[in-house]
């Protein structure tokens, strides 16, 4: 059973910088396995935000960025707003008969 | 304007059977993969299934393989999810979600249904 972990909660002063991170059972996270990254506020479906690493959909803000760290999978929210309270939750890709496995997520407060 | 709007959520006993239907618009829905993702009440989402864009190909997660079936009919635009031999813990907010390729999975979303399992 392929496990996807992420810090349960996280808080951050407005306008501050913030790093929430994916990992893999299986060992370090590679651009192979396509990490993206969703946001999802309460009473609303998930929201993409990064696709394949550190890719930007059109409507993902600046203050958003992907990337590998540390054998991890990473999403830095720089400048921190209000409005970026919210769940967020990495999605990897493994191939195979269940190809893909979301993290259990992390609660972002800003505060 | 891509939209998913799920239906057929509902109550339904342990054991009992049930079909989600999404209808997609604003796409060529013939042209893309398509999942199903799931949400329990308070907890995180869980990735369900996905076919591919022809039929083709089913994938499941283990806590529905065999019980679960995702299908599409293209020339209606609408995606499904049959649910038989249902357990408590699948109740959720069932989640259709269009796929796009190239690393990008679950670019849109629809507003979900939600199925109750309860005696």
């Known amino acids: 059973q392929t496990v996807v972990t992420q810090e349960p909660s996280l808080t951050v002063s407005p306008g501050g910088t913030v790093t929430l991170t994916c990992a893999s059972s299986?060992?370090?996270?590679?651009?192979?396995?396509?990490p993206n990254w969703f946001q999802q506020k309460p009473g609303q479906a998930p929201r993409a935000l990064i696709y394949s690493t550190s890719n930007k959909h059109s409507w993902t803000p600046a203050r958003f960025s992907g990337s590998l760290l540390g054998g991890k999978a990473a999403l830095t929210l720089s400048g921190v707003q209000p409005e970026d309270e919210a769940e967020y939750y990495c999605?990897?890709?493994?191939?195979?008969?269940?190809?893909?496995?979301f993290g259990g997520g992390t609660k972002l407060t800003v505060l | 304007q891509v939209q998913l709007v799920e239906s057929g959520g509902g109550v339904v006993q342990p054991g009992g059977s049930l079909r989600l239907s999404c209808a997609a618009s604003g796409f060529t829905f013939s042209s893309y993969g398509m999942h199903w993702v799931r949400q329990a009440p308070g907890k995180g989402l869980e990735w369900v299934a996905y076919?591919?864009?022809?039929?083709?190909?089913?994938y499941y997660a283990d806590s529905v393989r065999g019980r679960f079936t995702i299908s599409r009919d293209n020339s209606k635009n609408t995606l499904y999810l049959q649910m038989n031999s249902l357990r408590p813990e699948d109740m959720a907010v069932y989640y259709c979600?269009?796929?796009?390729?190239?690393?990008?999975?679950?670019?849109?979303w629809g507003q979900g249904t939600l199925v109750t399992v309860s005696s």
């Open positions: 076919i591919r864009f022809d039929g083709s190909n089913e």
């Open positions: 979600a269009k796929h796009y390729g190239s690393g990008s999975y679950l670019v849109y």
């Open positions: 299986t060992g370090a996270v590679t651009s192979g396995y396509y």
């Open positions: 999605l990897l890709y493994y191939g195979g008969a269940q190809p893909w496995v």
